[in-house]
Each structure stands twice: as structure tokens, then as C-alpha cells.
T-cell receptor, first 113, second 115 residues
Framework: GQQVMQIPQYQHVQEGEDFTTYCNSSTTLSNIQWYKQRPGGHPVFLIQLVKSGEVKKQKRLTFQFGEAKKNSSLHITATQTTDVGTYFCAGLGRETSGSRLTFGEGTQLTVNP | DSGVTQTPKHLITATGQRVTLRCSPRSGDLSVYWYQQSLDQGLQFLIQYYNGEERAKGNILERFSAQQFPDLHSELNLSSLELGDSALYFC??????????????FGPGTRLTVT
């Protein structure tokens, strides 16, 4: 079945440093979504990428979808303590029925002030 | 607040018991998804319902079952509970309208502790 791998599993940064998490799928994806889960909270939708090579920005966050639609990345510029949390990618495979997303394991980001 | 409600927030029970988790989706959303999140783990998809019908099944154990009722709320039933079933159980809902667009809205979760 479809697998979505995410690296790194953990990332510790100093406030102000940049952060990137990478997501790779074993199959071509129809689209990919990113979610953020704050400690003790629930996942919250951040963004969806659909087109090959798509790049979207949300303030300090930049999301990219690979040309082959098998990988994606999330880059945060100049991290802040409010960025703390676990970032999940979730991919929808073309062969997948029932609109089922496959979540990566997540990257847990800690930011030292 | 995502608009998705889950009850109860916390549940402590003993091995071998049976529990029911409840979820009410956002108003207008027809799809409900159930996920299991163990400590420091990712989200494991369990099952999806769309407008009362089972749509997709993930890594759901035979001891677990779910249903979606005519008013679109859903229940996840966990039976013969084992210590390893201790986890956060999230419900999410989506519109399931357009083919490629269905962001999921997650509820606050139910933390199940099996002792």
C-alpha cells in the first residue's frame, strides 16, 4: 500500500533559525496536505498542494510539491516559539479509493528561545 | 474551534472492557474519519464513513467497529480492550464535495487509557 515517509522525526532549533521538513511518498500523489499539531492539541489543516511543482507561501511558511508529485517540503523561515508543534504531511494517492489520506509520521519541532 | 465535537474527552477503563467514543462532525460535513494516535506516533487511519456508509477502511482491528447515524454523528466502538489500545482517538470531518479537495477538520480527541 501507499506509504508516506517524513524526515526528520525531530528537529530542535534556536529561535530565528530556519526549519525544513521533507515528505516522500512511495507512489504518485493526487495532492498533499500539511497539518500542524500543537502539543496537547489536535491536527489543524495548513494547506493543500495539487499541481506538480506547486509552491505556496503563508507568511514565513513555504510549501513545495515536487515535479513528480511524490515529494513535498515545508520550510519555515526565522522560526518563532509559536512554531512549536508536530508537522504532518498527508498524501492522497491516485489509486486510493474513498478519499483516504495517508499521514506521514510527523516532524516534531522544538524552538529554543 | 474546528466545529467537530468529541465525547468524552478522557476515558479510563480496564482491560477486557468495551467503550464507545462519539463524534459530531461540522455542520454540513458528510464524511467522518477516525484516527488513532499513540504516544509520540503519527496518525493511523482507522475508518471513514460518508453519509452513513462505510467508505474506506484502514488499520482497524476486528475488535473495533464504527458507524455513522442518519444525523451524521459517528460512534467508534472498542471492545475487549488491551493495554496497547491506550491512545488518543481523533475524529475528523470533511465536506467530501469536490474530487480533489477535502481538507479535514479534527476534533479535540478522546484520550483512552486502558489499565
Amino acid at each position: 500500500g501507499q506509504q508516506v515517509m517524513q524526515i526528520p522525526q525531530y528537529q530542535h532549533v534556536q529561535e530565528g533559525e530556519d526549519f525544513t521538513t521533507y515528505c516522500n511518498s512511495s507512489t504518485t500523489l493526487s495532492n498533499i496536505q500539511w497539518y500542524k499539531q500543537r502539543p496537547g492539541g489536535h491536527p489543524v489543516f495548513l494547506i493543500q498542494l495539487v499541481k506538480s511543482g506547486e509552491v505556496k507561501k503563508q507568511k514565513r511558511l513555504t510549501f513545495q510539491f515536487g515535479e513528480a508529485k511524490k515529494n513535498s517540503s515545508l520550510h519555515i523561515t526565522a522560526t518563532q516559539t509559536t512554531d512549536v508543534g508536530t508537522y504532518f504531511c498527508a498524501g492522497l494517492g491516485r489509486e486510493t479509493s474513498g478519499s483516504r489520506l495517508t499521514f506521514g509520521e510527523g516532524t516534531q519541532l522544538t524552538v529554543n528561545p | 474551534d474546528s466545529g467537530v465535537t468529541q465525547t468524552p474527552k478522557h476515558l479510563i477503563t480496564a482491560t477486557g472492557q468495551r467503550v464507545t467514543l462519539r463524534c459530531s462532525p461540522r455542520s454540513g460535513d458528510l464524511s467522518v474519519y477516525w484516527y488513532q494516535q499513540s504516544l509520540d506516533q503519527g496518525l493511523q487511519f482507522l475508518i471513514q464513513y460518508y453519509n452513513g456508509e462505510e467508505r474506506a477502511k484502514g488499520n482497524i482491528l476486528e475488535r473495533f467497529s464504527a458507524q455513522q447515524f442518519p444525523d451524521l454523528h459517528s460512534e467508534l466502538n472498542l471492545s475487549s480492550l488491551e493495554l496497547g489500545d491506550s491512545a488518543l482517538y481523533f475524529c475528523a470531518s470533511s465536506v467530501e464535495g469536490l474530487a480533489d479537495y477535502y481538507e479535514q477538520y479534527f476534533g479535540p480527541g478522546t484520550r483512552l487509557t486502558v489499565t
